[in-house]
């Protein structure tokens, strides 16, 4: 079992059927209409076919978790790693939304270029090495660090990043979930 961090397709962010996320879009449009901004609405996938995004977020969270007090403000950590809901729109400031999720009574809805900016400066701080790091989902960052490539690659491009393989794999995800958000123009959820 374990959690998954995961793209949400159109259908699916729309519906009302059970493990749908209808509920949670229209009070996320309802509040972007209170602060007068225009509704969200997912696009098509760019690659229909051609794959999502998801990984497991099973490795310990203690290194990324002191990396995030050392380097990060609390409100910047919570932008980065609190919310339950990840949408491809620029908000300055989290959503909190009366939905309940699985893991919450409340839906926290961050910004994806928010979080990005983030794990950008993380990113940076640990010298990771983004051009060795897979760019999409489908369990491939989870596979890199934790069973494949990673170990190969940090001893081959020693660094700070190479000190820490959970903690890297935390930066890794929170930024190539931003960047799936924005290019995709989807919403990321936990389940």
């Known amino acids: 079992m374990g959690v ?9 962010w729309l519906g009302r059927h059970e493990g749908g996320h209808g ?25 229909p076919g051609g794959g999502w995004f998801e990984e497991k977020m099973s490795p310990s969270m203690e290194g990324f978790s002191a990396l995030c007090r050392a380097h990060l403000t609390r409100a910047e950590e919570e932008t980065l790693s609190g919310w ?9 400031r989290e959503m909190e939304l009366p939905i309940g999720t699985p893991y919450s009574d409340e839906t926290l809805v961050a910004g994806a270029p928010q979080v990005l900016a983030i794990a950008e400066r993380l990113a940076a ?11 999409t989902g489908n369990l491939e960052l989870t596979l890199w660090f934790l069973d494949g ?24 995800v929170y930024l ?3 960047q799936y958000s924005l290019r995709h123009g989807c919403p990321m959820v936990y389940c």
Not at 23 to 43: D, I, S
Not at 84 to 92: C, E
Not at 125 to 135: F, K, R
């Open 23 to 47: 509920e949670t879009a229209a009070a996320l449009n309802a509040e972007l209409r209170r602060r007068g901004q225009p509704p969200y609405l997912p696009g098509e996938p760019s690659n």
């Open 149 to 172: 490539e990673g170990r190969e690659v940090a001893a081959a491009r020693p660094g700070r990043w190479a000190e820490d393989l959970d903690t890297a794999f935390y930066v890794a």
């Open 4 to 12: 998954y961090l995961v793209s949400v397709d159109a259908r699916e």
């Open 125 to 135: 701080v640990l010298g990771l090495p983004l051009d060795a790091i897979p760019q």
């Open 84 to 92: 339950s809901v990840l949408v491809p729109l620029f908000l300055d």
């Open 176 to 178: 190539r979930a931003a």
